[in-house]
């Protein structure tokens, strides 16, 4: 099974070449991992206390962070951090939480192998998904532990099923799962995994300290002036065809904040089109026109979103139409209430912020403007809103000390 994984694997890499032609995420894929081997020979010679931190993309590395930062304060260690995806490469490529940051060689017996010689870890840690049989095989070779952090399992996963014992019995080789919730410890259990430990996610530590710094974007100021914001965040078309709806009944009490997960031109200039009939602005305009006189503004470049959530009323995040819903706990931090798509059950925190009323799924703008006239008629009902919020992110911080506890106390 694993020749059969491999060829896979191969195959997937080879039609991720084929599509670097017409498609630029696949073509920084594929040239991001070119000479990786030399790139690492010349980094890691002569280094012998590398922590290896593995993310899939963006997301998976603010989750990370806490993890790492508190490492780096207590161990004098070289931390190597890897990605799978260009969406968190190309962004966090020259971030200095890391000594070493590059793209993760696909996943074959020989990179693998030639991977773990060059770097030799002392300890690996896996950001909450990426289960890369070839890497764990050979780290369990080589003794080297190996962690999963901030993971979650569900009983529908390949690896559960008959046809997956091969891979789960790589599984069970790692040194320690801590993972969000009972339910995925008890998946483990009853597969035989006793190393694992409900430990929550490490993202309520990171959007917590995100929150506690000090800064102010007076663009969102003079922007938002003494309007209502909603803020939406990491949108994609059929969340601001609905946004558009809603804005033709609310633009008299709100201003909107559009901040899309692409924010190619291309794109932009569809969103344009969508609110064509009230004044827009770009974010990169923000020096030639009047954000005070403006309607929309559209966020046209990455890493602002996490701050510009501060200023929102109400807080939209997209993705649960079609891809998955993108982080809702940067929105929630700032303690206001919350609104995505119908395709939110994956999700852990949606699903108990829905179910303690602070999130609201949607399918329809109706049913969003519907809510935002409570909120209206209702004061308190809003405040409440905003305090279970509050409240949800406190009582789950913690869990990169608890990992921490774990790991140099077994």
């Known amino acids: 099974m694993r020749f059969i994984y491999s060829l896979f694997i191969s195959i997937f890499a080879c039609l991720i070449k084929i599509a670097a032609f017409y498609s630029k995420k696949a073509y920084l894929w594929c040239n991001g991992r070119k000479n990786i081997f030399l790139f690492l020979e010349k980094k890691c010679s002569g280094i012998n206390n590398i922590i290896w931190f593995h993310c899939a993309s963006l997301g998976e590395f603010e989750q990370g962070k806490p993890l790492m930062e508190k490492i780096k304060q207590n161990e004098n260690v070289t931390l190597l951090l890897t990605f799978f995806s260009p969406s968190g490469f190309e962004i966090k490529k020259d971030d200095p939480i890391a000594d070493i940051i ?169 969103i344009k089109k969508l609110f064509h009939s009230f004044s827009v602005v770009c974010f990169s305009e923000k020096e030639e026109k009047n954000l005070l006189n403006a309607q929309i503004l559209i966020i046209d470049s990455v890493g602002l979103l996490s701050k510009i959530y501060k200023y929102a009323d109400i807080s939209y995040i997209g993705g649960a139409f079609q891809t998955g819903l993108h982080n809702i706990l940067e929105a929630a931090v700032f303690e206001k209430p919350i609104f995505f798509g119908p395709h939110f059950h994956k999700f852990n925190e949606a699903v108990e912020l829905v179910g303690n009323g602070a999130a609201f799924s949607i399918t329809h703008a109706k049913e969003m403007e519907k809510k935002l006239i409570e909120f209206e008629n209702d004061p308190a009902y809003y405040k409440n809103t905003c305090k279970i919020c509050k409240d949800y992110i406190t009582q789950n911080l913690g869990a990169t000390d608890k990992i921490l506890n774990i790991i140099y106390n077994s």
């Not at 000090?214 to 059929?238: H, I, Q, R």
């Not at 609310?250 to 997960?261: C, D, N, Q, S």
């Open 102 to 270: 590059t793209y993760l060689p696909v996943d074959t017996p020989k990179n693998a192998r030639k991977f773990i010689h060059i770097i030799k870890p002392q300890k690996v840690f896996f950001v909450k998904y990426e289960y890369w049989y070839n890497y764990m095989h050979e780290l369990s070779q080589a003794n080297i532990p190996f962690y999963y952090v901030s993971a979650i399992f569900r009983r529908n996963q390949y690896f559960f099923k008959n046809y997956g014992t091969w891979f789960l019995n790589e599984l069970k080789k790692c040194s320690y799962f801590f993972v969000q919730n009972k339910d995925s410890k008890n998946i483990l259990m009853q597969h035989g995994i006793q190393n694992v430990a409900v430990t929550g996610d490490t993202r309520f530590d990171r959007v917590y300290e995100i929150a506690q710094q000090p800064y102010t974007l007076n663009e969102c100021l003079s922007f938002k002036n003494d309007k209502k914001l909603l803020v939406a965040g990491s949108t994609w078309m059929p969340d601001e065809k609905l946004l558009a709806q809603l804005f033709e009944q609310i633009h008299l009490h709100y201003k909107m904040v559009i901040a899309p997960h692409n924010v190619e031109k291309k794109h932009i200039e569809q």
